[in-house]
């Protein structure tokens, strides 16, 4: 069974860190890119991050650019995120989600996703 | 960055009628870079259609997507009760890759 399962997520005060973690299994997982999608509460989905197969190309929204980190372990079939000098706006579930067509992508499996609060 | 506008915000109907969905994209998504899911409460997405037109799999053939350019459709040809959710378009076409902000299906 293919699947995605999300890990790290909790509560951070501003300026703090944490690093989100995904494990894949049932599929190929270095012929996939991968994307990292937020969604805070009750509001819509974000793209933050997407990395290719090889970890070589990454890309970021604007809002998390110079804070976040997308890499990748192959071996370890594991997809992370870096998450540096947290706001409160980063407050959200976060879905690990394979992609589909090139690193830019759509995703057509997602995980059930990690919960992060930015809170003093 | 590409923005994507769908309409109605919320979309009332009962099941059995046929649901039409808007998307439109501030500039060109090409004919094939536009897809589309569906997020039930306390739920992942779900791909609906890839390539604006594509059914991702097991996706029954009520749901159907069209369009290019910059406007974009999904049409749900007759309701069933596990179709209302909400819906969001999302293009892939370029970094940052974005979602529209959502589209409420709601029984009437």
């Known amino acids: 069974e293919v699947q995605l399962v999300e890990s790290g997520g909790g509560l951070v005060k501003p300026g703090g860190s944490l690093r989100l973690s995904c494990a894949a299994s049932?599929?190929?997982?270095?012929?996939?890119?991968m994307n990292w999608v937020r969604q805070a509460p009750g509001k819509g989905l974000e793209w933050v991050s997407s990395i290719s197969g090889s970890g070589t190309y990454m890309y970021y929204a604007d809002s998390v650019k110079g804070r976040f980190t997308i890499s990748r372990d192959n071996a370890e079939n594991s997809l992370y995120l870096q998450m540096n000098s947290l706001r409160a706006e980063d407050t959200a579930l976060y879905y690990c989600?394979?992609?589909?067509?090139?690193?830019?992508?759509?995703?057509?499996?997602w995980g059930q996703g990690t919960v992060v609060t930015v809170s003093s | 960055e590409i923005v994507l506008t769908q309409s109605p915000g919320t979309l009332s109907l009962s099941p059995g009628e046929r649901a039409t969905l808007s998307c439109r994209a501030s500039q060109s998504v090409g004919s094939s870079y536009l897809a589309w899911y569906q997020q039930k409460p306390g739920q992942a997405p779900r791909l609906l259609i890839y390539?604006?037109?594509s059914r991702a799999t097991d996706i029954p053939d009520r749901f159907s997507g069209s369009g290019s350019g910059t406007d974009f459709t999904l049409t749900i040809s007759r309701l069933e009760p596990e179709d209302f959710a909400v819906y969001y378009c999302?293009?892939?076409?370029?970094?940052?890759?974005?979602f529209g902000q959502g589209t409420k299906l709601e029984i009437k």
């Open positions: 049932g599929f190929t997982f270095s012929t996939y890119g």
């Open positions: 999302q293009q892939y076409l370029t970094s940052p890759a974005t």
């Open positions: 989600a394979r992609g589909l067509r090139g690193v830019i992508s759509y995703s057509d499996i």
């Open positions: 390539g604006a037109s």
